[in-house]
């Protein structure tokens, strides 16, 4: 894809963040209800760095890298819950990988992926992700990640196969 800009993307355009993970998710099939938007619009957004992709100035991307000195204090916490982590003195999770539906097919949540995880590997000595996007899965894989568990979880009010990855960043001891 032409004309593109790979930057990290300031807070006060979250707002067009949100838009687009909406537009995205509903492509997808998943329903957006008022007992999803917690789900959408979480206060980690606030404290955390997000990699976007634009065109001509328009967000088509983004993706989301937060740290975090507990799991319990992630996203997601209770998708954790039955994996016994050791004590890390921080975590990084990136997230929340979405691309326009007309933009998709031409590697670009791989861009934000290479992006990303290079930040989450130089801040954090673990890196976690939790996702049920196959492409983004073996992305994963293919950098070093391990799959600790695979469940089926509702989210958006639509049951989906997750995994939950773990990559063991260099120089650390401190992650499965």
Request: charged share 25%; with cysteine; aromatic share 8%.
């Amino acid at each position: 894809m032409k004309n593109i800009v790979i930057k990290q993307i300031c807070i006060d355009r979250l707002s067009e963040i949100r838009s687009l993970r909406v537009r995205v998710w509903m492509d997808q099939g998943l329903t957006i209800d008022h007992a999803a938007e917690d789900e959408i619009n979480d206060d980690f957004d606030f404290v955390s760095e997000h990699y976007g992709i634009l065109k001509e100035e328009k967000i088509i991307g983004s993706v989301r890298v937060s740290f975090h000195s507990e799991i319990c204090k992630s996203p997601l916490p209770a998708a954790f819950k039955s994996v016994a982590f050791p004590a890390a003195p921080l975590y990084a999770f990136p997230s929340r990988l979405v691309i326009d539906p007309l933009c998709q097919g031409n590697g670009l949540g791989q861009i934000l992926l290479d992006t990303a995880i290079p930040r989450c590997i130089n801040k954090a000595p673990c890196t976690i992700a939790y996702t049920s996007i196959t492409s983004v899965k073996e992305s994963l894989l293919k950098v070093g990640f391990v799959v600790i568990e695979q469940k089926v979880a509702t989210w958006c009010n639509r049951k989906r196969d997750f995994s939950l990855l773990a990559l063991l960043n260099a120089n650390s001891t401190d992650c499965p």
